[in-house]
């Protein structure tokens, strides 16, 4: 297996106090709007916002809280206009820090808050989907990883209600864990979901 070159460019928040867990159509909106080369390239990937904790249907931010490009190298300048811009996501505003590279980390248990997939339903049709996408990527090595769905979600994109639902992976090896998190294993990558993390740490949300 080759491990790809994908790179995490952070984007702190830096002011706003609380937005809606379900903000990923509004996020990928505003950056579309600041940066819309974003919008052009169809393997960037963005992350839902990492917050401090949810309460209900709102997430609420800390000094810590952040999300995430995944882009090619190549793909970084695209994203640096997003430095210091303030935004609304619906009725909240919010504003983006810096820039910062993050190396995609191994982790042998990985966490998707959002995994979404045509025809992926049920519990059980997700992690159908999901082990067929991990035979194509891993091979055979595949077989032996711990797939477990965790709770439904829903995302509104467009007016519709998409439905996937959490999944945690364990027993990857670091070569595994990298390639995991660099490929796209599901649909709607700008709008949060399909991407993989180090589970167990703050990104690891239960809201």
């Not at 080759?2 to 460019?9: C, E, F, G, H």
């Not at 990492?50 to 249907?57: C, Q, S, Y």
């Not at 959002?114 to 082990?131: G, H, Q, T």
């Not at 990883?145 to 467009?158: A, G, K, M």
């Amino acid at each position: 297996m080759i491990t790809p070159a994908a790179i995490r460019v952070k984007l702190p928040i830096i002011s706003g106090k609380e937005i809606d867990t379900d903000h990923s159509e509004s996020l990928y909106g505003a950056i579309s709007a600041i940066a819309p080369a974003i919008h052009q390239q169809d393997q960037i990937a963005i992350s839902p916002i990492f917050g401090e904790r949810a309460l209900g249907k709102r997430l609420r931010l800390s000094r810590k809280s952040y999300f995430f490009v995944q882009c090619d190298a190549s793909q970084i300048p695209m994203v640096l206009p997003l430095a210091g811009k303030a935004v609304q996501l619906r009725n909240d505003h919010i504003r983006f820090g810096v820039p910062q590279l993050m190396m995609i980390r191994p982790a042998g248990t990985l966490f998707c808050r959002l995994f979404v997939m045509r025809n992926a339903i049920d519990e059980e049709k997700a992690v159908s989907n999901l082990r067929s996408k991990l035979l194509d990527l891993l091979g055979e090595e595949s077989a032996h990883l711990d797939i477990t769905p965790l709770r439904r979600r829903i995302v509104r994109i467009h007016g519709k209600k998409i439905t996937g639902f959490g999944i945690r992976i364990a027993g990857l090896t670091d070569e595994q864990s990298v390639i995991v998190q660099s490929q796209p294993l599901s649909g709607r990558r700008k709008y949060g979901c399909g991407l993989f993390v180090p589970a167990g740490g703050k990104d690891d949300a239960r809201d």
